[in-house]
């Protein structure tokens, strides 16, 4: 058995894995961000109970540039206190077993290829739409982060007046329309125009973005998660419209794409880091 973390600017959530299993899981706020001592201690205390002489490992993926050999993550989004924490180094002196770390989308996307809409297939893409849109890449079978654990961040990429995720994730609604992603959603469910106009514009940006994973990637599948997923259908329409241009319709017609069903596939990849990384 191993354990799998994962850790948001929000919540820490902690489980017990058993072969792609959830056995038992822990989750509590993230308090005291200011503080590296503090959220290191809520970290240790949340694993804790968890650990037993079946646990042979721990993984844990953070929404964060990862120097994986190292186990060293670096300016932990809405942590303001994690700018440099040797995080394998203090959880395996704390639990004594082998401890892998790696970033929260690749966890995803590895969730999603070791269990998950994902399996079986030797290419894939991972696409976390929150705050901001973040990816994680599966090549032939293996994940994929390139030299800095930065690979895959198409959000970053120049776009428009601003950037991909600018338009493409929560910002969309945030800064751009003043209101926010659940506020949409909730409005388009109850049959709002405005929100579903709303929906239609996110929907024609966020198909180039998966333009972008197409062209630089090709992956058989995409998969896509976080909390704005959950809107797909008020999207999707337009996002297909907008993918309509592509330059290989053949890749559009062998494209998978999938809204992740399993709001625990992040920690179940990151349980499975150990399967990638020895």
């Not at 704005?228 to 062998?254: D, Q």
Request: proline share 3%; glycine share 10%.
């Amino acid at each position: 058995m191993t354990i799998g973390v994962d850790l948001g600017g929000t919540n820490i959530r902690a489980g017990l894995v058993d072969d792609g299993i959830i056995i038992r899981q822990h989750s509590k706020a993230l308090q005291q961000k200011e503080s590296l001592s503090a959220t290191l201690s809520q970290l240790i205390e949340l694993i804790r109970p968890l650990v037993s002489p079946a646990v042979t490992s721990i993984g844990i993926g953070v929404p964060s540039v990862v120097d994986i050999e190292q186990g060293i993550v670096y300016d932990v989004a809405n942590i303001p206190s994690w700018k440099e924490v040797a995080l394998r180094d203090i959880l395996e002196k704390e639990f004594d077993m082998p401890v892998f770390v790696n970033n929260d989308v690749n966890c995803f996307i590895l969730g999603e290829h070791q269990f998950g809409l994902a399996q079986g297939y030797r290419s894939a893409v991972g696409m976390a739409i929150g705050t901001g849109l973040g990816s994680g890449v599966i090549i032939d079978n293996q994940l994929y982060t390139g030299s800095n654990c930065g690979a895959g961040e198409i959000g970053l990429l120049p776009y428009l007046d601003k950037n991909i995720e600018s338009y493409a994730a929560g910002d969309f609604f945030e800064s751009i329309h003043g209101t926010t992603a659940l506020e949409a959603n909730q409005a388009a469910l109850l049959g709002g125009q405005t929100a579903l106009k709303l929906w239609d514009d996110f929907g024609t940006h966020f198909g180039n973005a998966v333009k972008v994973i197409l062209y630089t990637f090709d992956p058989e599948v995409i998969v896509l998660g976080g909390s704005i997923a959950k809107a797909y259908p008020f999207f999707k329409t337009t996002m297909l419209a907008s993918m309509a241009n592509f330059a290989y319709p053949v890749t559009l017609r062998r494209l998978k794409l999938f809204q992740s069903q399993n709001e625990n596939i992040a920690l179940l990849g990151a349980a499975a880091l150990v399967r990638q990384l020895v």
